[in-house]
């Protein structure tokens, strides 16, 4: 019931992700009035779907304390809580990011040895994609924390990518020993010489990101925030740019005829929908956070990555690593039962 078009957006995602992944079934947390003839007109999606009628919904303006305090009754709330019941494996929501965050970390809680859960997704770089975290969840970190992002992050890269031994890169103002905050220094230290079995690249800098110099980039929330936001402005930039010199005369447009094919490929590479869905890593179950502005094709492949997180077993494999650095004494199980669906919720 989140996002800028659900919860059409969201069921036509759903039925989007029906033929891709046909072993998933899915539990609908929302107004039952307006999502049964969604349904009703795709009896296919409609075997695999059931639904769980939430009235209440978490607004896009609602703040975290706020939606933590009076969201208990909301569909945003319930899907969570039906991964920590175990009736699902998963949750994905285009709802509100903060509110999100709030309610998995308090529902869910953290892993053990995870102070806290941070949001990573993956990016396009000139060689791939680039996996990055945190995005926002956490504005200030310690070194700890961000050692912490790196281990989740590369756990997230072996999984996503199909990487043996992704290389890990602390983003900084440069790439020399001495740059840097005390804290970006103190995490590089550990990093050295904590025994992980982890590539350490070292500090990169903001150009590194898109260079795809390293697979995975490490940074506090505020900083990977606003480079994700400046990625994405600059993406829709170039594409007025390249639009309004197209539409500048007619022998652009005559050109554009034989450019079209290149340009789509472009566009195809790099476009976010193709990338859509953050995961929330270091919390006892999988929750994804989806665009809330995308369409079903975006929603679908947000649905992709808690599936593939699922299958995967990503949270035994945080827990392994964290136990090989001695945060914790034990590896963290990962939610049990019978095979359940993947909730897409608010």
């Known amino acids: 019931m989140g996002g800028d078009h659900a ?29 049964q003839p969604l349904l009703a007109s795709d009896p296919a999606t409609a075997k695999v779907c059931t639904i769980a009628h939430t009235a209440d919904v978490v607004s896009p303006e609602a703040k975290a304390g706020q939606a933590l305090r009076s969201g208990k009754q909301t569909s945003m709330w319930k899907a969570i809580e039906a991964v920590k019941l175990g009736h699902a494996r998963g949750v994905v929501s285009a709802g509100n990011t903060g509110a999100l965050m709030a309610m998995a970390k308090l529902i869910l809680r953290p892993l053990p040895g995870i102070d806290r859960p941070a949001i990573c997704t993956m990016l396009p770089t000139r060689t791939g994609e680039t996996v990055m975290l945190d995005l926002g969840a956490n504005v200030q970190c310690d070194a700890r924390n961000l050692v ?34 005390d804290t970006l220094r103190e995490a590089a230290e550990q990093l050295r010489s904590a025994h ?63 450019a079209k094919p290149v340009i789509m490929q472009v566009m195809a590479r790099t476009d976010p929908r193709r990338y859509n869905g953050a995961l929330f890593v270091g919390l006892n179950g999988v929750a994804v956070k989806s665009h809330g502005g995308t369409d079903p094709v975006g929603f679908a492949n947000a649905i992709g990555v808690a599936v593939d997180m699922v299958a995967r077993d990503l ?32």
């Open 7 to 35: 919860p059409d957006a969201v069921v036509k995602g759903v039925a989007l992700a029906r033929i891709r992944y046909p072993h998933v079934h899915f539990l609908l947390h929302g107004d039952e009035a307006r999502i």
């Open 148 to 181: 912490e992002f790196a281990i989740m992050g590369e756990c997230f890269a072996r999984a996503m990518l199909g990487l043996e031994r992704p290389t890990v890169g602390l983003l900084n103002i440069g790439s020399e020993d001495l740059k840097g905050t």
């Open 196 to 258: 992980l079995d982890l590539e350490f690249h070292g500090f990169i800098e903001g150009d590194d990101i898109t260079k795809g110099t390293v697979d995975v980039v490490v940074t506090d929330g505020f900083t990977g925030n606003v480079a994700l936001k400046t990625a994405e402005g600059t993406a829709k930039l170039y594409t007025e740019f390249l639009r309004n010199a197209v539409k500048s005369s007619w022998l652009a447009m005559f050109g554009m005829l034989f």
């Open 315 to 346: 949270n035994s494999r945080i827990a392994h690593e964290l136990a090989r650095l001695q945060l914790t004494p034990t590896p963290a199980a990962t939610v049990e039962g019978p095979r359940a669906p993947v909730v897409a919720s608010e």
